[in-house]
């Protein structure tokens, strides 16, 4: 076996050594660092070094080499190693990105991980880093509705004024309305949960009609008003005013933001506002048909 030469340290840099290798605040990897330069200043065989330090005979000769090149401040940090793979340059990610932006394949809708790749040579992982990092996601399309309501601007005006500034010794309450809820019963009586097993409900199930739920959500409290009707029409609409009526302080006045329903406008709802003053509607802007 080859011995490890002799090499010089001065008295500075073994002093230095030795502190390293006594502070119990070093890090492991840098003692046995120093470890190695200092039996390697006093001629110790390379074998004898890695059996010392519990390190390989290759460890050994690199960490000598680096004293020798770059002394003790060598020791306390790793060499920097070139990345595995060259970085994308500029140029390829602004091909990527544009492509993405402005054109599409030949042979589908939108760009695909694998279909990029190949189109620019690049791997799948390094297109989805790209993508994830400019937050482009050619695979999902969210739509939009432009409303027709020409008094639209001023219907939204209306409606985030009240919920963002109500009127003194007023009420403002969301109303709304979700008809035609199936009621559904299992055709047997399931099993509850239980260690070791899930709950159980059987497949089918039997229909027990539908019905209507009638909602008003105080924006003061949270509170609701519920109210279940078997139809949906505005002579229940207006039993629904009468129970929010009869629940709610009468010396308050009541600004209801509605939808705009048929069963909302009816003679026969006009005429029990006109003769209820406390209850004002307001209703939503109508979306796009």
Same mark, same amino acid.
């Given at each position: 076996?080859?011995?490890?030469?002799?090499?010089?340290?001065?008295?500075?840099?073994?002093?230095?050594?030795?502190?390293?290798?006594? #502070?119990?605040?070093?890090?492991?990897?840098?003692?046995?660092?120093?470890?190695?330069?200092?039996?390697?200043?006093?001629?110790?065989?390379?074998?004898?070094?890695?059996?010392?330090?519990?390190?390989?005979?290759?460890?050994?000769?690199?960490?000598?080499?680096?004293?020798?090149?770059?002394?003790?401040?060598?020791?306390?940090?790793?060499?920097?190693?070139?990345?595995?793979?060259?970085?994308?340059?500029?140029?390829?990610?602004?091909?990527?990105?544009?492509?993405?932006?402005?054109?599409?394949?030949?042979?589908?809708?939108?760009?695909?991980?694998?279909?990029?790749?190949?189109?620019?040579?690049?791997?799948?992982?390094?297109?989805?880093?790209?993508?994830?990092?400019? %937050?482009?996601?050619?695979?999902?399309?969210?739509?939009?509705?432009?409303?027709?309501?020409?008094?639209?601007?001023?219907?939204?005006?209306?409606?985030?004024?009240?919920?963002?500034?109500?009127?003194?010794?007023?009420?403002?309450?969301?109303?709304?309305?979700?008809?035609?809820?199936?009621?559904?019963?299992?055709?047997?009586? %399931?099993?509850?949960?239980?260690?070791?097993?899930?709950?159980?409900?059987?497949?089918?199930?039997?229909?027990?009609?539908?019905?209507?739920?009638?909602?008003?959500?105080?924006?003061?409290? %949270?509170?609701?008003?519920?109210?279940?009707?078997?139809?949906?029409?505005?002579?229940?609409?207006?039993?629904?005013?009468?129970?929010? #009526?009869?629940?709610?302080?009468? #010396?308050?006045?009541?600004?209801?933001?509605?939808?705009?329903?048929?069963?909302?406008?009816?003679?026969?709802?006009?005429?029990?506002?006109?003769?209820?003053?406390?209850?004002?509607?307001?209703?939503?802007?109508?979306?796009?048909?």
């Amino acid at each position: 076996m080859r011995n490890i030469e002799r090499i010089s340290v001065s008295e500075a840099d073994r002093d230095r050594l030795e502190r390293l290798v006594r #502070d119990r605040n070093t890090p492991q990897k840098v003692v046995w660092r120093a470890r190695i330069v200092l039996l390697a200043a006093n001629g110790l065989q390379a074998i004898g070094i890695a059996a010392a330090v519990g390190k390989s005979l290759l460890t050994v000769r690199r960490w000598r080499r680096r004293y020798v090149t770059k002394g003790v401040d060598g020791l306390l940090k790793d060499a920097t190693r070139p990345p595995r793979r060259k970085p994308l340059t500029a140029e390829k990610i602004k091909q990527v990105v544009d492509m993405t932006l402005h054109q599409t394949p030949a042979n589908a809708t939108h760009w695909s991980l694998s279909g990029m790749a190949a189109a620019v040579g690049l791997s799948r992982s390094s297109i989805q880093r790209i993508w994830s990092k400019h %937050g482009l996601k050619p695979h999902l399309i969210e739509t939009f509705k432009i409303s027709r309501d020409r008094n639209f601007a001023a219907k939204v005006k209306e409606v985030v004024g009240l919920y963002l500034n109500p009127p003194d010794k007023a009420l403002v309450l969301c109303v709304d309305e979700k008809s035609q809820i199936q009621a559904l019963d299992r055709t047997q009586p %399931g099993l509850p949960m239980k260690k070791g097993r899930a709950g159980t409900m059987t497949h089918d199930y039997k229909r027990n009609g539908t019905t209507t739920l009638f909602a008003a959500l105080n924006m003061l409290d %949270g509170r609701v008003i519920g109210q279940c009707m078997p139809r949906h029409r505005h002579c229940e609409f207006l039993r629904f005013l009468k129970t929010i #009526d009869r629940q709610t302080p009468v #010396d308050l006045d009541l600004h209801l933001i509605v939808d705009n329903y048929a069963t909302h406008k009816t003679e026969a709802v006009k005429g029990w506002l006109k003769r209820h003053k406390r209850f004002h509607l307001h209703f939503t802007p109508t979306s796009a048909s």
